[in-house]
């Protein structure tokens, strides 16, 4: 998958972070809500 974001070059960049962070933010939320 990284490597895939990575594919996506300079544009995708900010792309690929916020949806890291989204994804990140979901995972979060999942073991808080335990």
Same mark, same amino acid.
């Given at each position: 998958?990284? +490597?895939?974001? *990575? &594919?996506?070059?300079?544009?995708?960049?900010? +792309?690929? *972070?916020?949806?890291? !962070? &989204?994804? %990140?933010?979901? %995972?979060?939320? *999942?073991? !808080?809500? !335990?």
């Amino acid at each position: 998958m990284k +490597v895939g974001i *990575a &594919g996506f070059g300079t544009i995708g960049k900010p +792309v690929a *972070a916020a949806l890291h !962070r &989204g994804i %990140e933010g979901l %995972e979060l939320a *999942a073991v !808080r809500s !335990r």
